[in-house]
């Protein structure tokens, strides 16, 4: 059996592991109606689903919300599986999503990753196999879901991606966070900000989490975690994000004026960052260059007129830099 009650009134649905340690799932939230958070890879969990909710002596017809917390293709790739399994569901997105939802195959490479192309070619494709489907509606932050004692919220910050969402659900006092964090398993800094995110975003949804009343934190790549497991698990989230921008003011403070790439593999050595394949030909840098942007917003670094083998330099403003032997790590 690959789903279990996790919470009274909610359901995992899991599949293989990644070879990162992330899990392909599916939460299922019941009460009077029934709401599916996510539908996972295309063609892998989908029919465990509605076992799941036959196992639970419920009926198809009782779920009415597919809903998802992000645009990429593990989200939305069994989306039309799950409506066929469910035709009185309504999918449902973030209003930002719906682009994306349409034309997965073109605005995953061109909006959300920069794909390393071999002859041609991306050298991975999870958008090939995914076709464009139009959701029913859309929500943005602060909208809500009524199920029956379970209401729903939608807490919106566009960290991760442009069309992410997190759902609190009421009655459980529980947040499925989506791929806002813990996406990798055991490093905490492995987190992904797509082209579309913003790193503020992604830090306001952080400290969102860690100041809610929740007992139950669901993370869409992991299992669930409660009470004193679920505040270490946002204490660490956050450490490893304010860890990640630290890391980089150190590098410009000690090295001085660095390339992009000399950035990298400072901050990722530090840090103890590594993408596996496949995944490092779509998301190696693209984190990197949210928090470089942020930075440069916040006027904290900027890109220097000088360059290094024509490669542009980025250096730190004086007021910013900081004493890597006065810094504690967590």
Not at 117 to 139: C, D, N, Y
Request: charge should be negative.
């Amino acid at each position: 059996m690959t789903f279990n009650e996790i919470n009274d009134g909610i359901w995992n649905v899991y599949g293989d592991h990644g070879e990162g340690g992330e899990r392909n799932a599916i939460y299922i939230i019941m009460d009077e109606n029934i709401a599916i958070i996510d539908t996972g890879l295309r063609g892998t969990i989908q029919h465990e689903v509605l076992e799941c909710i036959e196992y639970a002596n419920r009926k198809p017809k009782e779920v009415k919300y597919i809903l998802l917390t992000r645009e990429h293709h593990d989200a939305i790739g069994g989306a039309r599986q799950l409506l066929d399994y469910f035709p009185k569901a309504e999918l449902v997105c973030h209003k930002a999503a719906e682009e994306t939802l349409r034309k997965p195959y073109l605005y995953l490479p061109e909006k959300h990753f920069e794909p390393n192309k071999k002859g041609g070619r991306f050298t991975f494709q999870p958008w090939e196999r995914l076709s464009g489907i139009k959701p029913h509606a859309v929500f943005e932050d602060g909208d809500k879901f009524p199920l029956g004692k379970t209401t729903l919220y939608v807490v919106a910050y566009p960290g991760f991606s442009q069309g992410h969402a997190m759902f609190f659900s009421s009655k459980q006092k529980a947040i499925f966070t989506g791929a806002e964090l813990y996406i990798y398993p055991m490093r905490f800094s492995n987190y992904l900000i797509d082209k579309t995110g913003s790193a503020a975003e992604r830090e306001k949804a952080l400290e969102f989490i860690s100041r809610a009343k929740i007992d139950m934190i669901c993370p869409a790549y992991d299992g669930a975690y409660i009470g004193s497991q679920a505040k270490e698990l946002i204490k660490q989230a956050l450490a490893a994000h304010k860890n990640f921008e630290e890391t980089i003011l150190i590098t410009l403070t000690t090295r001085g004026a660095c390339t992009f790439d000399e950035i990298r593999d400072e901050v990722y050595l530090s840090l103890g960052i590594e993408w596996y394949k496949p995944w490092k030909d779509l998301v190696d840098d693209l984190t990197l260059k949210a928090h470089l942007k942020q930075l440069e917003e916040e006027d904290k670094i900027f890109r220097s007129s000088k360059t290094r083998r024509k490669e542009p330099l980025w250096e730190i403003h004086e007021e910013h830099k900081i004493d890597p032997e006065k810094t504690l790590y967590y």
